[in-house]
C-alpha cells in the first residue's frame, strides 16, 4: 500500500461511549475525581490504584501550569486514561510528563507536547474542529484525545503491529468517530480531504506536499520538522496555516519525535 494512498479505513468502532459534555471553554475541570474517563475497557492493571482520576486531574493541572490554556484540551487530556495505552510495567509513569516506549521502537508522546499541539491545532476555533488526519497513530493515544475535540479522526498508521494494536487499545471505547487506517501516511488520506486540521506525531526534512494540498482553507497543519529553526538541525514544532492567499509558517519550539518513514512495514 505504500505510496498509493489507496490505505482503506480498517474499523469503524461501533457506538459512541456515553460522555459527560466537554466544559465550556475557558472553564477547565480540574477538580480531582470529577472527570468521566474513557479508556480501553480492561481490566485495571496494578500499580495505580483503584481510580486514576485524580492523577490524570493532577497531570491537567500541571499541564495548566506549564501554559496549556485551551479548556478543551485540559478537558480531553483529563478523559483520556494514558496509562490504559503503555505496557503494564509502565503504568506508574502514565501520568508523569514523559514519552514512553510502545513497541517497535516507536514511542506515545509526552503529554506536555500532545496537548500542545493539540492547542496549536484548535487555535482560533471555539467549538469542535471538523474532521482531523493523525499522522502516526502508534498506540491510538492521541486518537482518543482528538476524538474528543473534533468530528471525525483519520488516524493513519505505517507498521501493522502498531495499527492493530491501537485497534484492540480503542476497541472498547467505542469512539465512533476514529477511522484507523493502515498506510503511509507520507501520502496523506485523500479520500478524506479537505481536513480542519492534520497533525503528525512523526517528524521529516520536510511536510509533504499531499498533507498541504489535503488542508482546508483555514485550516491548520502541526508536525514536527528537522531543520525548521534556522541554524539549527533538530526538529522543531511546525505550524502551517493555509490561507486564500497561501501558506502561512511559524516555528515553535524544539521537539523530539520518532522519524516519519514512508512506506509500510
Ligand atoms: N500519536 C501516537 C504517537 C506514535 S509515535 C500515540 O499517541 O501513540 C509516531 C508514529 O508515527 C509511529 O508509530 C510511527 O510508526 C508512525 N509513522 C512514522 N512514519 C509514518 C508514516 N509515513 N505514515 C504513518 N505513520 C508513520
Not at 69 to 90: I, N
Not at 213 to 237: E, F, M, N, T, Y
Amino acid at each position: 500500500m505504500a505510496g498509493t494512498g489507496q490505505a482503506k479505513p480498517k474499523e469503524r468502532p461501533g457506538f459512541p461511549v456515553r460522555l459527560a459534555p466537554a466544559n465550556p471553554p475557558g472553564r477547565p475541570k480540574l477538580v480531582p475525581g470529577t472527570t468521566p474517563s474513557i479508556g480501553p475497557n480492561r481490566l485495571m492493571p496494578q500499580g495505580l490504584g483503584m481510580d486514576s482520576s485524580a492523577v490524570r486531574q493532577n497531570m491537567v493541572a500541571k499541564l495548566a501550569q506549564q501554559g496549556i490554556s485551551d479548556a478543551q484540551v485540559l478537558d480531553a487530556m483529563g478523559r483520556v486514561e494514558r496509562h490504559r495505552f503503555v505496557d503494564t510495567a509502565l503504568v506508574n509513569q502514565a501520568y508523569e510528563d514523559t514519552s514512553l516506549p510502545i513497541g517497535l521502537g516507536q514511542t506515545i508522546s509526552k503529554p506536555g507536547v500532545v496537548s500542545r499541539m493539540l492547542e496549536l491545532l484548535r487555535q482560533g476555533c471555539d467549538g469542535r474542529l471538523g474532521r482531523v488526519l493523525e499522522i502516526g497513530t502508534g498506540c491510538g493515544y492521541q486518537a482518543a484525545v482528538l476524538s474528543q475535540l473534533c468530528t471525525e479522526v483519520y488516524s493513519i498508521e505505517r507498521l501493522r503491529g502498531l495499527h492493530d494494536r491501537a485497534r484492540v487499545n480503542l476497541r472498547h471505547l467505542r469512539l465512533a468517530n476514529v477511522h484507523l487506517l493502515f498506510g503511509d501516511g507520507m501520502v496523506g488520506y485523500a479520500k478524506g480531504a479537505p481536513y480542519a486540521g492534520i497533525i503528525s506525531a512523526a517528524g521529516g526534512e520536510s511536510v509533504p506536499q499531499a498533507w498541504l494540498d489535503q488542508l482546508a482553507i483555514g485550516a491548520r497543519l502541526v508536525a514536527p520538522v528537522a531543520g525548521a529553526a534556522a541554524g539549527s538541525r533538530s526538529q522543531a514544532l511546525v505550524v502551517f496555516e493555509k490561507t486564500a492567499q497561501g501558506l502561512r509558517q511559524t516555528v515553535m519550539e524544539a521537539v523530539h519525535f520518532v522519524p516519519l518513514k514512508s512506506g509500510v512495514a
